[in-house]
């Protein structure tokens, strides 16, 4: 056996910089700054660990070669102590593993995948308001389906989308549990839609106008205020809501309007920016929108940050039309396919649907901007009052 207990303390005293041992794995390691860290090291299945014990003089010589032997003895019977400690850690503060704690933990881990880095809070929402309210404080491995059944269930068919996404997130905040080492039921969301039964909602569409409708409503627009002008290119490009009332200048270059990735919503596998092809009945929207500009925001609101989506939808409830703002990207689309021969591929890259898997994407290098920007441009035709004849894109020159 290696020789123990070679440090005294008359060396600790002043013990100067660098790694000290005194056998068996245990050093202390003295920094140039002056502060010094016990460190344990032992092999766990053949594999190396490190484990730090605490700072010195904080730990003393002969508490740190009583820790020493503790978690020697882990290692000799195959366990790790790194491990083993922070299960001892996490059961002393079981605090730490409600599932407010570990749902917040794996919010961070996915933000990164999240439109904006989640800072909308669209994300955590169903959680926040519907579940942990009521949850917030059960150590997340004590967690079953019936908590989760008696959690949901007043809005499960009420607000069947809502508690559709509160499942899934607690689906992905259970499996991070696991990840993190919790003894934790991947299955309770599974169960608890069983005993939840199938929602009686029906789920509505958003009201659509009739394509044909569309150039009676753009004519109305006559105003040059922001709202006119905002449903006017919403109409004209077909994008969301979203990237529009946040449509910086700087994304404007000629007549190509460049959408970042990130603000784009249901692109899930596709990373690259948009690209909307601008008409000139666009490019002169914008134009008229210009002088309205406010830290870069074409479409700002009076006070700060943009113009809000119920501004426009309140305006459309105004005049006492039942469709909504977003399903002007329906009337484009049954235009598309009604009266125009665009291949499917192309009517769905108007609106930014991403269509076959990551390895078709990956070989098709595409997004058919010249095409697009052929049927923006008679689509723009139309709602401003042209004859909105078929379009033929096949051999077009």
């Given at each position: 056996m290696r020789a123990k207990n070679r440090l005294t303390t008359g060396f600790l005293k002043s013990p100067p910089v660098g790694k000290h041992c005194d056998g068996a794995g245990l050093w202390l390691i003295v920094r140039d700054d002056g502060g010094a860290q016990w460190v344990l090291r032992v092999t766990v299945h053949g594999r190396r660990r490190e484990m730090g014990l605490g700072g010195y003089p904080t730990l003393g010589l002969a508490e740190a070669r009583k820790q020493a032997s503790r978690w020697r003895d882990v290692a000799a019977a195959g366990r790790d102590p790194i491990k083993e400690r922070q299960a001892e850690e996490r059961a002393a503060r079981r605090e730490d593993i409600s599932l407010a704690i570990i749902t917040a933990d794996a919010f961070e881990a996915r933000k990164a995948e999240l439109k904006g880095d989640g800072t909308a809070g669209r994300w955590l929402s169903p959680l926040t308001i519907h579940v942990l309210p009521k949850l917030g404080k059960v150590p997340v491995t004590d967690l079953d389906q019936r908590d989760i059944r008696d959690t949901l269930a007043p809005i499960w068919h009420t607000k069947a989308d809502t508690a559709r996404k509160a499942l899934n997130r607690l689906s992905i905040v259970l499996k991070h549990a696991a990840a993190l080492g919790l003894d934790v039921d991947l299955q309770a969301t599974e169960k608890a839609k069983a005993l939840l039964g199938k929602t009686r909602h029906v789920p509505k569409n958003i009201p659509a106008m009739d394509w044909r409708d569309v150039p009676d409503f753009y004519a109305s627009l006559e105003e040059p205020t922001l709202t006119h002008l905002a449903l006017r290119l919403l109409i004209l490009t077909g994008v969301r809501s979203g990237p529009l009332r946040n449509l910086r200048l700087d994304q404007i270059k000629g007549d190509v309007w460049t959408v970042p990735a990130e603000a784009m919503k249901g692109r899930k596998g596709a990373t690259d920016d948009f690209r909307v092809p601008l008409s000139d009945e666009a490019q002169r929207v914008i134009d008229l929108a210009r002088p309205h500009a406010?830290?870069?925001?074409?479409?700002?609101?009076?006070?700060?940050?943009?113009?809000?989506?119920?501004?426009?939808?309140?305006?459309?409830?105004?005049?006492?039309?039942?469709?909504?703002?977003?399903?002007?990207?329906?009337?484009?689309?049954?235009?598309?396919?009604?009266?125009?021969?665009a291949p499917h591929e192309v009517a769905e890259a108007m609106l930014a649907h991403v269509v076959d898997g990551g390895v078709v994407r990956a070989y098709r290098r595409t997004d058919y901007l010249e095409q697009r920007a052929k049927l923006g441009a008679r689509w723009a035709d139309l709602v401003t009052g042209g004859a909105g004849q078929v379009v033929k894109l096949a051999g077009e020159g």
């Open positions: 406010r830290n870069g925001y074409l479409f700002p609101n009076s006070r700060k940050g943009v113009i809000s989506d119920m501004t426009l939808s309140r305006h459309m409830e105004r005049r006492g039309l039942e469709a909504r703002p977003h399903g002007f990207r329906t009337s484009l689309r049954t235009w598309l396919a009604e009266a125009t021969d």
